[in-house]
């Protein structure tokens, strides 16, 4: 059963006040849906300031709220923290393959999944169960670091296009990849690798502790679309949609430190009185050149005293009236 | 709140914290805490961290390889902690890196050294230093219970990259251990990193961001942009990853100046020294 798509509100500038709310809740429905609408690949590149795994979980909580089973490949945080704020339902569909507590066999206690991270995620690609299905690939980056790029992709591209696999005979559900990438760990060919791969790529920044994704869509047969959109996400991982980027006069205090005047407990007055101001405006600096200055230096009047030089030469000093530069041909 | 007077360094973090203040309340998994310093000298916030959790009688591993023992020991003394104490009652594990790396040449082969990677010519991986901090921190029998939670403290990990060991490999190794002392026996961990800054090193940039996306809390340590001054001596950025609790609005960053002094360091808001107001 195709995935319902909504078509995307971007354009859509002004809306009234009892509009908004309605408008708020299809807005939410819309950037995640249509972020899960493709099937495929969806990156979520994020950073160490802007991180992106409670993006990552709103997007599992509604995959799983659509009735999909939701596969976790954790390798950078336990399932106990994973599974930290899901409700039961969301994590009675969550199936959490434990990558985090020993990927790779050193405890040799032969808990660790069989031929390490890399047949686990091909183990992915075999799929029995015909329903919808979420893979969450957490982290990439992890991944990344320790298999070959090229074989990343190869089992990511075999993973995102399992509905094309020959031999199937009942059409299978497009399968959704989400894949967690931590930018500013690789250099830009694994990551441009991975981003030709993707349907949806979500960069995640912010302003002010406001995050914002910036969204690029690539649908089949269209054209690349961009949208930014800036949002939060609540304890219960649910988003929460913002209009725009926040408002400077709102961040500007910060709550936890009032501001202090520093010129209050000085030893020394910064302040002007009144008339100190005044004296202060009308004074003509000593090297402007004004117009009186002008005039003054232009009528040498008999108030200018002629300065001379009274010179008392010393008992060693050669008076030698010549110009000692006289032969210099300059 | 802090007032633009002095302060210490928990007061900071914990007037600017909301719940799960280090040790008080009880939670579901360790921290990881990363220092990292540019341009600067880090260093204080280790022995500030190392006398903090041996005074609140927590078991200690210490993987030192930049001091010596003795180091540790006199700064550790100025602020109210004897090494040598803890050392001998057992609540302070201490892996001396300079005098035991000769060691490695002098043992025998059968038994791996937790420095066995300096032996080795392809640097595999940190495996025998992850063995040796998970037996130091195991939990004992009832004769040592009297401990609290466990506390690896590691100093440095950017020289792991200067002898040889992959950025990967020293991934693996924190991540192992976060594995063992955060989540199995709800520990915390706090490492320090330099950061080189404008000198173009990859892997050690690899090393910070990949330990910065793995941590909960980074100090990040930096000298002044305009240069060294004798009353501050330099900034520290306070930046809040994965909280347990995800609010709306939080305090996700603060930025304090500090100064070190004989026995303490003061830290005040920006601006705000008491030798320039």
Known sequence: MPRPFHPEGAGQLSVTPSESVRRGAERELEMLESLLALGGLVLLRDSVEWEGRSLLKALIKKSAAC?????????????????????????????????????????????????????????????TNPGP?????????????????????????????????????????????????????????????????????????????????????????????????????????????????????????????????????????????????????????????????????????????????????????????????????? | MLAPAEGGLLDLLESSQRPCVLLKVPRKHGKLTLLCDAKTDGSFLVHHFLSFYLKANCKVCFVALIQSFSHYNIVGQKLGVSLTTARERGQLVFLEGLKSSVDVFFRSQEEPHPLQFLREANTGNLQPLFEFVREALKPGDNAEAAWRCPVLLVDDLSVLLSLGVGAVAVLDF??????????????????????SGDAEDEENDVLLNGLSHQSHLILRAEGLATGFCRDVHGQLRILWRRPSQLTAQRDRSLTYQYKIQDKSVSFFAKGMSPAVL
């Open chain 2, 174 to 195: 924190i991540h192992y251990c976060r594995a063992t002392v955060c989540c199995e026996l709800k520990g915390n961990i706090v490492t320090l990193v330099h950061d």
């Open chain 1, 133 to 330: 299905v979420t893979i969450a690939l957490d982290s990439l980056s992890w991944l990344l670091l320790h298999l070959p790029c090229t074989t990343l992709c190869q089992t990511l591209h075999a993973l995102s296009h399992q509905d094309s696999c020959p031999g199937n005979s009942t059409p299978v559900e497009p399968v959704h990849v989400l894949g967690l990438l931590h930018e500013e760990l690789h250099g830009p060919g694994p990551v441009g690798a991975l981003s030709s791969l993707a349907q949806a790529e979500v960069t995640l920044s912010g302003a002010m502790g406001q995050a914002s994704a910036h969204i690029l869509y690539r649908r089949p047969r269209q054209r690349p679309t961009h949208q930014t959109q800036w949002f939060s996400i609540l304890p219960d991982f649910s988003l929460d949609l913002q209009r725009g980027p926040p408002l400077e006069l709102q961040r500007h205090a910060d709550p936890h430190t009032p501001p202090v005047d520093p010129t209050t407990q000085l030893t020394f007055n910064l302040h002007l009185s009144k008339e100190e101001k005044e004296a202060k405006d009308s004074l003509t600096l000593p090297f402007q050149f004004s117009s009186e200055k002008q005039q003054a230096l232009l009528r040498p009047g008999p108030s200018q005293a002629t300065s001379r030089i009274f010179y008392e030469p010393d008992a060693y000093d050669d008076l030698d009236q010549e110009d000692p530069d006289d032969d210099l041909d300059v």
């Open chain 1, 67 to 127: 009735g999909e089973q939701v596969h976790i490949l954790g390798c950078e945080v336990s399932e106990e923290e994973f599974r930290e704020g899901f409700d039961s339902h969301v994590n009675s569909r969550l199936v959490y393959h434990d990558l985090f507590r020993d990927p790779l066999n050193w405890s040799k206690t032969g808990e660790a999944l069989p031929e390490g991270p890399l047949g686990a995620l091909r183990a992915m690609c075999r799929r």
